[in-house]
């Protein structure tokens, strides 16, 4: 199905766009007719990311590196530009995620969540902006529910996304005058993909999730890409610093109860 959005000739460059939503995001663009770059870490995800990009018909290049390294992005992002030219749509949503209690993780499991997801977002960013087409670029930063909601489990994430909500905030009125928008997307639970394979790994738990959801249901990777594919349009000219949940309702009060739910069926009462 084509989108219906007219992203031809814009470029777009996806930060952690190789599986699961983040390329669901890169591949909706790519449908509606825009280059699109892509990186993550590994190779091969690289690798099958872009043939399958390509496949779609237009141009695409990947990238291998690891957005807590700003040089290894820095050279990336340059090497995109060159090849594709400016950013029109820079989207960032490296992330890393698991289950673990405050008590218990390792002050370097704690760190590696907010050094992808945080810093990962400010690394993509900060590189990015000097290659962001000024005026007309938008930038679409990945959230999670966690940013607002505090979670049982999820002491990382919550003040790793807590911190890219901000970094919106502070970009947005800062490349503001530029023109450039920056806002967020904050996907609730989405089908098949690893986050929520990590979070709710078994058909029980997935239950309680949906149990939590207003909407009843998981999300689909593509009503976050549509959200995506809006925010970046002109029909969003007029958007900037917002923080857009897409999740069913869930972050308006299921999304607080479910992980303490989950603990106790993780480890009983
Ligand atoms: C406790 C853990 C752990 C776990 C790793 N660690 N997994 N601690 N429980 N399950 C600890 C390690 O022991 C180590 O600490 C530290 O974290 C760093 O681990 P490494 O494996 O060395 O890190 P690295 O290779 O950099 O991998 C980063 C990662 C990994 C985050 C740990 O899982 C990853 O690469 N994830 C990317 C894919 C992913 O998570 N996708 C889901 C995104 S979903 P020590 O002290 O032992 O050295 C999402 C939100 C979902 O973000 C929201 C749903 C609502
Ligand atoms: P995913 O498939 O694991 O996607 C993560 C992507 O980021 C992969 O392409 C991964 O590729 C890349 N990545 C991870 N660490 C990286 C690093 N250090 N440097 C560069 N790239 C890195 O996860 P997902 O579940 O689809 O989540 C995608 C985004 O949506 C994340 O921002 C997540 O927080 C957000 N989100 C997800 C859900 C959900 O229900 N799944 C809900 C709310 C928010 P490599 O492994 O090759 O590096």
Redesign the pocket.
């Known amino acids: 199905m084509s989108e219906p959005f007219d992203y031809s000739g814009r470029t777009v460059f996806v930060a952690g766009g190789t599986s699961g939503i983040n390329l669901a995001v890169a591949r909706a663009f790519a449908r509606a007719g825009a280059a699109v770059a892509v990186l993550s870490r590994s190779p091969g995800k690289v690798r099958a990311a872009v043939e399958g990009l390509r496949a779609l018909g237009g141009p695409a290049e990947g990238f291998e590196a690891d957005v807590r390294d700003f040089d290894a992005v820095a050279t990336a992002v340059a090497a995109a530009r060159e090849r594709l030219g400016e950013f029109d749509v820079l989207i960032s949503g490296a992330?890393?995620?698991?289950p673990?209690a405050a008590a218990d993780?390792?002050a370097?499991?704690f760190a590696?969540?907010v050094d992808?997801?945080l810093k990962g977002t400010y690394n993509v960013l900060r590189a990015s902006y000097e290659h962001l087409r000024k005026p007309g670029a938008a930038v679409v930063n990945i959230s999670?529910?966690?940013s607002t909601v505090p979670m049982e489990l999820q002491v990382h994430?919550c003040a790793a996304k807590a911190g890219v909500d901000m970094v919106t905030r502070v970009c947005a009125l800062e490349w503001g005058p530029a023109g450039v928008r920056v806002n967020a997307v904050v996907p609730?639970?989405i089908a098949g993909t690893?986050?929520?394979a990590?979070?709710a790994p078994t058909p029980e738990l997935e239950q309680v999730v949906t149990g939590s959801v207003p909407l009843g249901r998981y999300g689909d990777v593509q009503e976050i890409a549509d959200c995506c594919l809006w925010l970046a349009s002109p029909l969003a000219a007029y958007v900037t610093g917002a923080v857009v949940p897409v999740d069913g309702g869930w972050s308006l009060g299921g999304a607080s109860q479910v992980f303490s739910d989950m603990r106790r069926l993780f480890t009983g009462p």
């Open positions: 992330a890393g995620n698991f673990a993780m390792s370097r499991a590696a969540v992808i997801d999670a529910p966690q994430a609730g639970p690893e986050g929520m990590r979070l």
